[in-house]
């Protein structure tokens, strides 16, 4: 019997309507597995419409910084304010608007509190955000695998020597020498947000793994474009991001007399 295809699809972000013109593109069959990296909601119009589409088609999402967030919110029964004003402010805004009843937010809300941190898929390793490169699996929590960049990026040995990680959360063009739209590589780990609602990209992609071809559309533009994966992304050096997060912590540090 046929293996079905391995697809992964990077943050949404609520672009919903994005979604469909990139899944039409993919044409997923009924064997396909069609994987999520996290952060569906948020910032995007659509959240609401994402997250019933994910949903009714058994599609398999990892928890993103952006689900943990409106998670934190709502921890039960009452709600936390400071939490909730948190969730606002970073996107959850869109969010709430994209809900006609809210009663249909707390039902989708116990179908987030089901996402798991991480996905162990053989050869490749699903997360949000990344690894903590010094810590094993056991001893992390979902501040590593929905927060973590430049610890992760700047690791100089892949933290599997068989498994690629697959991520999301960093938008691409935010590591060195990486173009709106391009996907980054790094030591034993491959980044796919290409920052769907940020105004300097709109790219959203997808990564058939199977057959190594990426396909993305821009949400502001329609466009939609379909590349070879290794045409579509970019090397990034840890010591880029090393040197990178040295001159950040420096610039941060009290200056000493001499």
Same mark, same amino acid.
């Given at each position: 019997? &046929?293996?079905?295809?391995?697809? #992964?699809?990077?943050? =949404?972000?609520?672009?919903?309507?994005?979604?469909?013109?990139?899944?039409?593109?993919?044409?997923?069959? %009924?064997?396909? +597995? $069609?994987?999520?990296?996290?952060?569906?909601?948020? /910032?995007?119009?659509?959240?609401?419409?994402?997250?019933? #589409?994910?949903?009714?088609? @058994?599609?398999?999402?990892?928890?993103?910084?952006?689900?943990?967030?409106?998670?934190?919110? #709502?921890?039960?029964?009452? $709600?936390?304010?400071?939490?909730?004003? &948190?969730?606002?402010?970073?996107?959850?805004?869109?969010?709430?608007?994209?809900?006609?009843?809210?009663?249909?937010?707390?039902?989708?809300?116990?179908?987030? /509190?089901?996402?798991?941190?991480?996905?162990?898929?053989?050869?490749?390793?699903? =997360?949000?955000?990344?690894?903590?490169?010094?810590?094993?699996?056991?001893?992390?929590?979902?501040?590593? *695998?929905?927060?973590? %960049?430049?610890?992760?990026?700047?690791?100089?040995?892949?933290?599997?020597?068989?498994?690629?990680?697959?991520?999301?959360?960093?938008?691409? #063009?935010?590591?060195?020498?990486?173009?709106? @739209?391009?996907?980054?590589?790094? +030591?034993?780990?491959?980044?796919?947000?290409?920052? &769907?609602?940020?105004?300097?990209?709109?790219?959203?992609?997808?990564?058939?793994?199977?057959?190594?071809?990426?396909?993305?559309?821009?949400? *502001?533009?329609?466009?939609?474009?379909?590349?070879?994966?290794?045409?579509?992304?970019?090397?990034?050096?840890?010591?880029?991001?090393?040197? /990178? /997060?040295? &001159?950040?912590?420096?610039?941060?540090?009290? $200056?000493?007399?001499?």
């Amino acid at each position: 019997m &046929a293996s079905g295809r391995r697809i #992964f699809i990077g943050d =949404v972000h609520g672009h919903y309507d994005g979604l469909m013109q990139l899944l039409e593109a993919l044409a997923p069959g %009924r064997i396909d +597995q $069609v994987y999520f990296v996290g952060d569906l909601i948020d /910032r995007g119009p659509k959240s609401a419409q994402v997250i019933q #589409f994910i949903r009714e088609h @058994g599609y398999t999402c990892v928890l993103g910084n952006h689900e943990q967030l409106l998670l934190e919110a #709502f921890p039960g029964s009452k $709600v936390s304010q400071y939490a909730l004003q &948190a969730w606002l402010q970073s996107g959850g805004q869109s969010t709430v608007a994209s809900y006609s009843k809210p009663e249909v937010l707390l039902e989708n809300l116990e179908w987030l /509190r089901t996402l798991p941190p991480y996905l162990d898929l053989g050869d490749i390793w699903l =997360v949000h955000a990344g690894l903590h490169p010094e810590l094993p699996i056991h001893a992390q929590t979902s501040q590593e *695998f929905c927060w973590i %960049r430049e610890e992760f990026h700047s690791a100089p040995q892949p933290y599997f020597p068989d498994k690629l990680i697959i991520t999301g959360h960093t938008i691409t #063009f935010t590591l060195p020498g990486v173009t709106p @739209g391009t996907l980054a590589r790094g +030591q034993g780990w491959l980044d796919i947000d290409t920052g &769907a609602y940020h105004p300097k990209s709109g790219w959203l992609t997808a990564v058939d793994m199977t057959q190594e071809q990426v396909y993305q559309i821009n949400v *502001f533009q329609q466009k939609l474009r379909k590349l070879p994966l290794a045409e579509a992304t970019v090397t990034v050096e840890p010591k880029q991001i090393a040197c /990178r /997060r040295q &001159a950040t912590t420096s610039a941060l540090e009290p $200056v000493i007399p001499s």
